[in-house]
């Protein structure tokens, strides 16, 4: 999606760029403490001036972005956008019906993680879909997702075992989190949970399926500032982390990783740090979520005009699946969308956006080559092609938020008071954003 980042006047809208920039470039973080560690920020739905449904926040070390921007215009980033030539094609890859390949994984790896293109209709369709897969509770048996709080752990564990909860304190699991910018949840995520509980009811208790909230503990009672919300964004991934490692590998166990693709490319990733505490315990599968030019993603969906859909292919390495991800003059990042970023070289940053980590700040070609990376697929170990990319779709939001005024009013507080430049919710905008006519997802994800 292409967003407005300045105001009639031409006048550096700060805090829309810095949420564009955090949706695009993976090594800048959330809209605030600026940066990086492995990202993750996507918006995910429509324009900078309506309210963004679970913006994640993600983070780690701060970055000055205003000086990360500063080689901007000194580089061309068209041509960065993709390879300049095609990869020879290689050995075909295997394809398989998507919840058959991400169960054939788990014969080799003992954890997979699916990145989260975050309110992508189809992907979060397909979760539950292979969740509520007999073979999955048998062979698998956990799940690690991102979107939901560890504080509600006990909530979770009691409402997939088929205890009733009452929804005001259900909804604690993916509302009390940490990473996600105060406003609507995706349905897709809410409908996530009901599935799991629905596979476990038709399960003896010892082969039910294990839940795990990876987003840190939070007490949002106590967050009134942004202040005091930055400690918690730092832990996000150390908690993923913690959890897989303690509760799972070190324990012979595996689990399915639902987590923004972000998380999982580039230096200090959770890809990486996994490679080198648990070497060849890990699988990276990315959606295909498409070029900017529908003629490449023509080229790509002719190849798979006879493919199971959804559908999980791989190894990408050394296979003819690579050159389809590389295309020739095809490309990942839409021009505007950098001459955006650009913008930044020459307007000096709001006040708290300091670089606070070690070294110097990413560069702009790094951060523009990392985001290439997440947004192909290059580097994971398999794909999942949902279908051609124009026909993805927006999931729907969880309508209690316009429903409940108590649960719209603590929102919008969190989006007022913790959120840089924050703005209270507009009830009338998110209950017009769930539209009963699925809508498409514009532009590039």
């Not at 840190?216 to 908690?239: H, Y």
């Not at 924050?422 to 209950?431: F, M, R, Y």
């Amino acid at each position: 999606m292409v967003y407005q980042i300045m105001r009639k006047s031409q006048k550096l809208n700060w805090r829309k760029l810095l949420l564009h920039i955090a949706r695009i470039t993976p090594l800048a973080v959330p809209i605030i403490m600026g940066i990086i560690n492995t990202p993750a920020m996507r918006t995910k739905t429509q324009s900078a001036a309506t309210p963004v449904p679970s913006l994640e926040v993600v983070s780690v070390a701060p970055v000055h972005l205003g000086a990360s921007m500063a080689l901007m215009p000194q580089l061309d980033f068209r041509t960065r956008a993709a390879p300049s030539g095609r990869v020879a094609a290689g050995p075909t890859p295997w394809i398989k019906p998507a919840v058959a390949g991400v169960l054939d994984l788990f014969k080799q790896k003992r954890v997979v993680a699916l990145g989260d293109d975050h309110g992508l209709a189809q992907e979060e369709a397909f979760y539950s879909a292979l969740i509520r897969d007999p073979q999955f509770a048998e062979s698998v048996g956990n799940v690690v997702v991102e979107f939901g709080g560890e504080a509600s752990q006990s909530i979770i564990d009691r409402y997939v075992a088929g205890e009733d909860i009452p929804l005001t304190e259900l909804r604690r699991v993916w509302t009390e989190t940490a990473g996600w910018i105060p406003g609507p949840t995706s349905l897709g995520y809410v409908n996530f949970f009901a599935n799991v509980r629905a596979a476990n009811l038709k399960l003896s208790s010892e082969h039910r399926i294990k839940v795990w909230l990876g987003d840190p503990k939070i007490d949002w009672s106590k967050i009134n500032a942004f202040q005091d919300l930055k400690p918690f964004l730092a832990r996000r991934d150390d908690n993923f982390f913690r959890i897989i490692g303690d509760e799972i590998l070190k324990k012979q166990k595996k689990t399915l990783l639902i987590i923004g693709t972000g998380h999982l490319f580039g230096p200090g990733s959770l890809s990486a740090r996994f490679g080198e505490a648990f070497p060849s315990m890990l699988a990276v599968v990315t959606p295909f979520t498409g070029y900017i030019e529908p003629e490449c993603n023509a080229k790509v969906v002719a190849q798979a005009h006879d493919w199971p859909v959804p559908a999980v292919m791989g190894p990408v390495e050394g296979t003819s699946l690579k050159s389809e991800l590389q295309l020739s003059e095809c490309n990942y990042i839409p021009p505007e969308q950098l001459e955006r970023m650009k913008a930044m070289a020459t307007a000096p940053p709001p006040p708290g956006l300091q670089w606070q980590g070690p070294g110097k700040p990413p560069s702009p070609a790094d951060m523009i080559a990392a985001q290439i990376s997440m947004r192909s697929g290059v580097n994971s170990d398999a794909i999942l092609y949902l279908g051609p990319p124009d026909t993805f779709t927006q999931s729907p939001i969880d309508p209690n938020i316009y429903l409940d005024p108590d649960y719209f009013k603590e929102e919008s507080r969190r989006s007022q008071c913790c959120v840089p430049g924050g703005k209270p919710l507009n009830w009338d905008q998110i209950l017009q954003q769930n539209s009963l006519i699925p809508k498409k997802l514009q532009g590039p994800r």
